[in-house]
């Protein structure tokens, strides 16, 4: 079976000989992707004893029993053999079954043999015998139960079943009073995360003009490929504030039901109208709903009036109907809309880039790519030289007035992470350096996370910031590594003790463990900002990595049915997952996005696929088996875009919003983590 050391790197050991069974040997194939794709790192003959291969640092080790002796081999990176002419260090005569072997370093491990616990600190050379004896574990009183982590309380991981009728979005998107002039917004096009922005529909009641927004603006915006989320403010609930004062509006909503279906079907009509004179044939509108006081009455308009106005849109004209508002007006009012809202746009302002966990509102609830949620506010923000204009950022799962682009060019530049040294780059998110805001100008990097071997051969997690990395180590482990960040930096990533491979939670300063029951391996390799986390694990005395996700204590399997081996490895904000399965054979491995409750294919048997943004870019690797020259790439609009940060081997690991990916880079000049930025 495999033997993994982390989540990336592995070994994978096979028999095979020649005609008739001469010159059995024993191949070793080896992975640093998690067992997406395996590459033949060397041979060595084979004993006439089982072996028991793992993996310390970047050397294979291999141990036998044979005559009494625990003889040892160990392969180099290179591909250099050591031990095969070693004589073995003799052991005990009772010692004749090896089950398991782990080493810290090449120098110092331990066996397991017959139940025994044996150690060496001199690559073989010699064992001693340090089996532990035997104690009474006193009763306890009360069970003593593993602490989970202490998440916010999010709704349950939905698998979705279906999407929206048309139109259907995801990505980062802001709203803005008054509209952006052209220009600008080919700045923000090219530079910015965003492809989504809102526009309030002229003539509606209690708004004023925007003299920008015209219908050449909108052709503009439709030529540069950004998408649309058409807005009708129009009447609002007459216990709504208009300011600070709480001044009712000018036009309410009646509190008569009969007259507020009227006014509500009276306004889509207006609403549709206006649209059409911007050159739009809208699949869809959202009726802002400023937040009210929740009252019996108050709350009887609201739905009579979005009655009137879902009625309208949807029965007569044909056109979805989306709804702006509160999550609690979502939960307690919208739901109770007949028909029902298509779609609903929701402020948080919780600074979570995520369409689930959104306040009160329960998680079965518009669940099918019918989410926005607008996360930020009043975010100053500049973007190609541009001037700095206030925005309420929003991520989209749902239905809007979609642009022509679906993808972007970038150009790519790179920068080495050499400090700290031997350093993957695993993550990375959207978080300005140590400043504790998201990214909103060009020129700013997110924070990264990863792992680097010290020069004693120990490996520890860091979290690299503007101004420096701090380490992470988790207490106790042999070695700790990060895999992925969320904008709420949060991290996860996996720690190895004498008990095994364990995932972790990081968070405020403290670990959590993660360990899927029943499982002798736990891997934690990403994280959004809901906090669900992705992973896989390895059953005891089983062979296939299954995946999983984990929310709020509870862990829920994910396995592709058309694979033995589930390996997730990214998840973004609308719940998109990407990873490989692999097949029988551990070589041919195929990428997967988990959408919508199905697995769906990506190209490629050799492509690994490792991080998903809240865009819905991918980044990947195009691996060349047994050669040693993988190419990372972008896919994007089912296009692979391929980008060299200028090392003979170059693994794209984590990506943000911003398209900033993270990876490795392996060349005699620079064994090191790399950054490319737009």
């Excluded at 059953?539 to 058309?562: E, I, K, M, S, T």
Aim: net charge negative; proline share 6%; with cysteine.
């Amino acid at each position: 079976m495999p033997q993994f050391e982390d989540s990336s790197q592995g070994s994978l050991t096979v028999d095979f000989s020649g005609p008739d069974d001469e010159r059995p040997m024993l191949a070793m194939f080896t992975t640093i992707d998690g067992g997406r794709n395996w590459k033949l790192a060397a041979t060595m003959p084979k004993e006439p004893s089982a072996l028991v291969t793992t993996f310390a640092g970047s050397n294979w080790i291999a141990a036998a029993i044979s005559d009494h002796k625990l003889s040892l081999k160990t392969v180099t990176s290179g591909g250099n053999i050591s031990g095969l002419d070693a004589p073995g260090h003799n052991i005990d005569k009772d010692l004749i079954h090896l089950s398991r072997l782990s080493f810290a370093s090449r120098s110092e491990g331990w066996a397991l043999a017959n139940g025994k616990l044996l150690s060496t600190r001199d690559a073989g050379s010699t064992w001693k015998g340090i089996t532990p004896p035997n104690i009474r574990v006193p009763e306890l009183s009360t069970p003593i139960e593993r602490e989970q982590p202490s998440l916010d309380s999010y709704p349950e991981f939905q698998p979705r079943a279906a999407a929206s009728a048309g139109g259907a979005s995801e990505h980062l998107g802001f709203d803005k009073s008054l509209v952006i002039l052209a220009p600008g917004m080919q700045k923000w096009w090219n530079e910015s995360p965003y492809w989504v922005t809102n526009i309030y529909l002229p003539a509606a009641l209690n708004r004023g003009t925007d003299g920008n927004l015209t219908k050449a603006w909108v052709s503009a915006m439709q030529k540069q490929g950004w998408g649309l989320i058409p807005t009708w403010f129009g009447r609002q609930p007459p216990c709504a504030c208009a300011n600070t004062a709480c001044a009712p509006f000018s036009y309410t909503i009646s509190s008569n039901t009969t007259t507020a279906i009227q006014q509500g079907a009276n306004e889509a009509d207006a609403a549709i109208k206006s649209a059409k004179a911007l050159g739009l044939t809208p699949n869809i509108i959202y009726k802002d709903i400023e937040p009210y006081t929740s009252t019996p009455a108050c709350s009887a308009a609201v739905i009579a009036f979005l009655n009137g106005w879902d009625s309208e849109l949807k029965n007569v004209k044909g056109i979805s109907a989306g709804v702006y508002g509160l999550p609690r007006a979502a939960q307690d009012d919208f739901s109770q809309v007949s028909p029902l809202p298509d779609d609903v746009w929701l402020t948080t302002f919780n600074q979570r880039v995520t369409i689930w966990g959104l306040g009160k509102l329960s998680g079965t609830l518009w669940a099918d790519e019918q989410r926005i949620n607008q996360y930020e506010q009043n975010v100053e923000s500049s973007f190609g030289n541009s001037a700095t204009y206030e925005i309420d950022p929003d991520i989209i799962g749902a239905t809007i007035v979609s642009g022509s682009a679906t993808s972007r060019s970038y150009n790519f530049t790179f920068a080495s992470i050499t400090s700290p040294r031997a350093s993957y780059a695993q993550g990375i998110n959207d978080i300005n350096g140590g400043a504790g805001t998201l990214i909103n100008e060009s020129g700013q990097t997110g924070e990264i996370v990863g792992w680097y071997t010290d020069s004693a051969q120990n490996v520890h997690g860091f979290l690299l910031r503007v101004g420096g990395f701090s380490s992470i180590d988790y207490p106790g482990a042999i070695y700790t590594q990060a895999f992925a960040i969320n904008d709420v930096e949060q991290i996860v990533g996996n720690y190895y003790d004498s008990s095994g491979f364990h995932g972790f939670l990081y968070q405020a300063g403290s670990f959590v463990p993660l360990d899927y029951p029943g499982a002798s391996g736990t891997y934690a390799t990403g994280i959004n900002d809901a906090g669900q986390i992705v992973g896989y694990w390895i059953p005891n005395g089983g062979l296939h990595q299954h995946g999983f996700v984990y929310q709020g204590g509870a862990y829920r399997p994910l396995d592709d049915p058309a694979g033995l081996y589930t390996i997730p490895s990214g998840i973004n904000g609308d719940g998109d997952i990407v990873g490989t399965s692999l097949p029988l054979d551990f070589v041919l491995g195929t990428g997967f996005v988990y959408q919508l409750g199905v697995f769906v294919q990506l190209p490629g048997v050799h492509n690994a696929y490792s991080a998903v943004n809240n865009n819905g870019q991918i980044a990947g690797t195009q691996e060349t088996p047994y050669v040693g020259t993988d190419s990372p790439f972008l896919y994007q609009a089912g296009m692979l875009t391929f980008f060299d940060p200028g090392a003979t081997q170059s693994i794209a690991y984590g990506m943000n919003d911003n398209a900033q990916i993270v990876g490795w880079n392996g060349d005699p000049v620079c064994d090191c983590g790399f950054v490319a930025v737009p």
